[in-house]
């Protein structure tokens, strides 16, 4: 079971008797399909409907849910949070020095800790251990890695936070909306991006037949551009695309390059979208 200390990560607390109401109206997921030791993605949207913040949430105990994102943008999610609180009976805290963890491929993990919650965002087994200490046998760089083939993104690495919108990084494929919950920030630009089908950028993952280039790395196909690359792990990496124009390369068999090295793009397997049947408009 390798499991890797995540020392980037921050912990934001909220609790209190209106903590989940308060969120279930700001969040787009919906905490009333959350289940015990469980950890669903979500974000908070701007209200033109692009990510400010994404994270895991897990329950934490009676009226009380557990926030994980990034160390560097916890101060400002709380900033955020607390701007949104208004009269809501509920506390918010950033904890000092968390302790994350994350170990994958073992179902022995689920029983480890109270504060083991599995991570939904897998098909695999892979599971969050907070404020235990657990002997690491593996890296981050081996967890990114693992996370990469899975074809999951996170802000930083994959995409600039106000910079997506969340169908385009697949958080409509996770669970991280909540289509039928009703009103949350951002909620009726995405409502119509799925009603409509026109989400057009998606991750895909990407496979080279040598090691990719930087992150952030321009993919493009006779001469135009389709995307760009995220994280990146040797010859695999993860890019968020414009699979119209994915799709009409493909077709025409024309190769599509990351910088000069060649690519092939795949949808997650667990994925449920596909290409588009015919090529889009060259509009953005």
């Known amino acids: 079971m390798p499991t890797a200390i995540l020392a980037d990560r921050a912990i934001i607390d909220v609790s209190g008797p209106d903590a989940e109401h308060f969120l279930q109206n700001i969040l787009t997921?919906?905490?009333d399909a959350l289940g015990q030791r469980e950890a669903r993605p979500g974000a908070l949207l701007a209200p033109q409907g692009k990510i400010m913040f994404d994270?895991?949430?897990s329950r934490s105990g009676e009226d009380a849910l557990r926030l994980e994102c990034r160390a560097d943008i916890a101060d400002d999610f709380v900033r955020?949070?607390?701007?949104?609180?208004?009269?809501?009976?509920?506390?918010?805290?950033?904890?000092?020095?968390?302790?994350?963890?994350?170990?994958?491929?073992?179902?022995?993990?689920?029983?480890?800790?109270?504060?083991t919650v599995r991570d939904s965002r897998f098909q695999a087994p892979v599971f969050r251990h907070y404020g235990a200490v657990l002997e690491a046998g593996a890296t981050e760089a081996d967890w990114h890695a693992y996370r990469i083939a899975s074809?999951?993104?996170?802000?930083?690495?994959?995409?600039?936070?106000?910079?997506?919108?969340?169908?385009?990084v697949l958080l409509d494929q996770m669970g991280g909306i909540g289509f039928k919950k009703g009103c949350f920030i951002g909620q009726e630009v995405v409502s119509r991006m799925q009603h409509r089908g026109t989400a057009r950028?998606?991750?895909?993952?990407?496979?080279?037949?040598?090691?990719?280039?930087?992150?952030?790395t321009e993919l493009s196909s006779g001469g135009k551009l389709v995307g760009t690359l995220g994280s990146v792990s040797g010859r695999h990496g993860l890019a968020i695309v414009r699979i119209d124009r994915v799709?009409?390369?493909?077709?025409?068999?024309?190769e599509i390059t990351a910088g000069d090295v060649a690519v092939a793009p795949a949808i997650p397997g667990w994925a449920s979208f596909t290409y588009p049947e015919a090529a889009g408009a060259e509009d953005a």
């Open 29 to 31: 997921l919906d905490l």
């Open 201 to 216: 950028r998606r991750v895909l993952l990407v496979s080279a037949d040598s090691a990719l280039p930087a992150p952030g």
């Open 80 to 115: 955020r949070l607390t701007l949104y609180r208004l009269r809501a009976k509920a506390d918010i805290a950033k904890q000092d020095q968390p302790l994350v963890a994350v170990s994958w491929q073992d179902d022995s993990a689920a029983s480890q800790s109270d504060s």
């Open 151 to 168: 074809g999951v993104a996170e802000s930083g690495p994959d995409y600039a936070l106000a910079d997506a919108f969340p169908h385009d």
């Open 247 to 254: 799709k009409a390369a493909l077709d025409a068999g024309v």
């Open 55 to 57: 994270f895991l949430v």
